[in-house]
């Protein structure tokens, strides 16, 4: 089920997502929410007002969680999130925020900028290190995923390595091109996995990549 009467309000399933530019009102949002009212209740979503409220009393550069609610004011927008990024409270803040973001794990990181769209998150400055190597990708590579996903940050990470895999394999210009095979076998994995940040995290990953690396000789 999915609403959209107000250009910055979506609501998927129990999510919802918003971003508005700081110059615009608040109100509007909070008049759309309480006419939502019937409509959220039975999607199970409570608390929708009260966050708002609470979205409007951040100042520029803060952010919160408020309940199931992730809450952020940059430079430029409001933004709200019910439902969780990673999960990890102090990491969705920051990502809401557009904050700088490094996820570590053993034998590597990966760090990267996000900025959402209506339903699309969308990483910048993306940076992957594993066993000692960083590869970095440029702005023309475009790291996507659906913000209502499962794990729209996995998927978005997973869509610009496979873009740049295809670039790679065409023999057009992509940040792979000086990967060594250790590289380009992890990052292989991490794209097939269906869940790689959980395995990298409880360091379950290498024999993944071992069977990539294997893979690609043969």
């Known amino acids: 089920m999915n609403f959209a009467n ?3 309000l979506h609501v998927v399933n129990d999510q919802v997502f918003f971003k ?3 110059g615009n ?9 309480k006419e939502l009212r019937p409509f959220l209740l039975v999607l199970g979503i409570e608390g929708a007002e ?6 409007e009393g951040l ?17 430029r927008f409001w933004l709200l999130k019910r439902g969780p990024i990673l999960g990890d409270p102090t990491l969705d803040r ?8 490094t996820l570590t794990f053993p034998g590597g990181e990966i760090s990267f900028k996000a900025w959402f769209s209506e339903d699309t998150v969308n990483l910048k400055q993306v940076s992957i290190r594993w066993a000692g190597e960083t590869v970095y990708f440029d702005s023309g590579v475009h790291f996507y995923g659906y913000i209502f996903g499962k794990n729209p940050i996995v998927e978005a990470i997973k869509t610009g390595l496979d873009r740049e895999f295809g670039r ?4 057009a210009r992509s940040s792979l091109h000086e990967s060594s095979p250790e590289m380009l076998a992890f990052l292989r994995a991490f794209v097939s996995h269906e869940n790689p940040l959980q395995a990298l995290a409880g360091g379950e990953f290498r024999p993944y990549v071992v069977a990539e690396f294997f893979t690609d000789m043969f």
Request: net charge negative; glycine share 10%; aromatic share 10%.
């Open 94 to 101: 920051a990502i809401l925020a557009g904050e700088p973001v």
């Open 6 to 8: 107000y250009s910055g």
């Open 50 to 55: 009260a966050a708002f409220r609470k979205l």
């Open 59 to 75: 100042k520029r550069g803060e952010s919160y969680v408020e309940g199931f609610y992730i809450l952020a004011k940059n430079d």
């Open 20 to 22: 508005e530019e700081i």
């Open 168 to 171: 790679l394999e065409d023999g």
């Open 25 to 33: 009102d608040l109100e509007e949002a909070l008049r759309t929410v």
